[in-house]
């Protein structure tokens, strides 16, 4: 029972050009999202995130929005670079009953960045 | 600035064989967690712990076990390996607020 979907395993976008990645969550405790980034061999990076409270963040080039009526978040890269190519995933915690240290996470989506 | 550290990050195991991965911060954080990683999955929580002293199961618990006595040391211990526990392992760390979890670099473990 995934709680937390990114439901494409792959992208590939042309560098200069936007990438969207998109993640769904079914659990309606979850009221912080976050996304990190993993290059092979090599821990999870943390990226940004949004509150419940949001719908929108910005961090330089990276934006994530979040819909929470449709359960969807979704992490804009403009423009990207090949240097993104990674893979990103996005991830889920509930602060209900003090649990808002644990994370969620969905499967992930490669990212590659063509030149 | 070493943040999270883990060891070893290589591993081979024989069926029924016992190890402990190592991770340590320097952070101070409170909180410690250990993930694992199957190829083409997301990350699960094996164990956490919000303080020394304190830990608790997480998703995947089952074939391990965890301490803390102190601050800034975490270590997971398989017992009996079984090829299931084949994965990569990361040991993380965060504030209480949690609004980003530190990662180390991983450790590649394969039961054989």
């Known amino acids: 029972d995934q709680q937390v979907k990114q439901n494409s395993p792959s992208l590939s976008v042309q560098e200069g050009r936007i990438s969207i990645l998109n993640c769904d969550y079914t659990?309606?405790?979850?009221?912080?999202f976050l996304w990190y980034k993993k290059y092979p061999a090599e821990g999870p990076t943390f990226l940004i995130s949004?509150?419940?409270?949001?719908d929108k963040n910005e961090d330089g080039r990276f934006t994530v929005f979040l819909n929470k009526s449709a359960k969807h978040l979704s992490l804009h890269i403009v423009p990207s670079q090949p240097g993104d190519s990674a893979v990103y995933f996005c991830?889920?915690?509930?602060?209900?009953?003090?649990?808002?240290?644990?994370?969620?996470f969905g499967k992930g989506t490669l990212l590659t960045v063509n030149p | 600035n070493a943040g999270v550290t883990q060891t070893p990050k290589f591993r081979i195991l024989k069926i029924g064989q016992s190890m402990t991965l190592q991770c340590t911060q320097d952070m101070n954080h409170n909180y410690m967690y250990w993930y694992r990683q199957d190829p083409g999955m997301g990350l699960k929580l094996i164990y956490y712990s919000v303080g020394a002293g304190i830990t608790d199961k997480g998703e995947v618990p089952n074939g391990y076990n965890v301490s803390r006595s102190t601050t800034e040391d975490f270590p997971l211990r398989l017992e009996l390996a079984a090829p299931s526990q084949t994965s990569v392992y990361f040991c993380?760390?965060?504030?209480?607020?949690?609004?980003?979890?530190?990662f180390g670099q991983g450790t590649r473990l394969t039961v054989v």
């Open positions: 991830a889920a915690s509930s602060n209900s009953g003090g649990s808002n240290y644990k994370l969620t």
């Open positions: 659990n309606s405790m979850f009221d912080y």
């Open positions: 993380a760390s965060s504030t209480p607020m949690n609004t980003e979890a530190f």
């Open positions: 949004i509150s419940s409270i949001k």
